[in-house]
């Protein structure tokens, strides 16, 4: 019932532009779908977001970030996603569990056993039906989300300001789980030209939700 799709990569791999694909093709077939983000997705969800992505006097500790992360998906299953799946529709979630089993698990270097506990614990047998993974270099990908920040007049968020080992941990994590779990995992080489990133993205779509 229902077809859990997820869009992941690190920054500036070309989520957005993926994510724009997707929901062009769903709307052209005539899925019906619904749109979400993590962390965020509902109004408390998002206000878990921004205390996750901005800076505190405090330290945070990866453990109270794991949390935080865990509570705003609680809040966005039961909320939007699992309500949408039971009626049958297509959500697409940018960003989901592969993305903490990335960051803090990569990234942050929390045991993969402790993310899975309250992976279990939240989602319970949940898991998306397909995932599709824009991959880049973390150098490139980067430097385009640090243009963007700059043209958009903003600043990078905490975790953006991270070092670049730290993203290439994460997108070593991703790249694993893409091997472990390839009945999900659907990998697009973000450094392509959007035309062949439109492309891989469809024809990955029809293989797993037709032209219904
Ligand atoms: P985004 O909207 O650009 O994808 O930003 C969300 C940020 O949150 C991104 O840096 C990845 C991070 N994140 C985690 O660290 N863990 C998670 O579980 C999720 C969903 C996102």
Known sequence: MGFF???????????????????????????????????????????????????????????????????ARCQNLSQRIEPALAEGKVVVCDRFTDATYAYQGGGRGIDEQRIAVLEQLVQGDRRPDMTLLLDIEPELGLARAKGRAIEQGGSLDRIEQEAIEFFHRVRNVYLERAERYPG?????????SIAEVEASIIKALRARLGNK
């Open 5 to 71: 799709l997820t869009i992941e990569g690190c920054e500036g791999a070309g989520k957005t532009t993926a994510k724009g694909v997707v929901l062009q093709w769903l709307k052209a077939v005539g899925h019906e779908f619904v749109e979400t983000r993590e962390p965020g997705g509902t109004p408390l969800a998002e206000q878990l977001r921004s205390l996750v992505l901005s800076e505190h006097e405090e330290i945070v500790t990866d453990t109270t970030e794991l949390l935080m992360v865990f509570a």
């Open 184 to 192: 999900q995992y659907v990998v697009v080489d973000g450094g392509q």
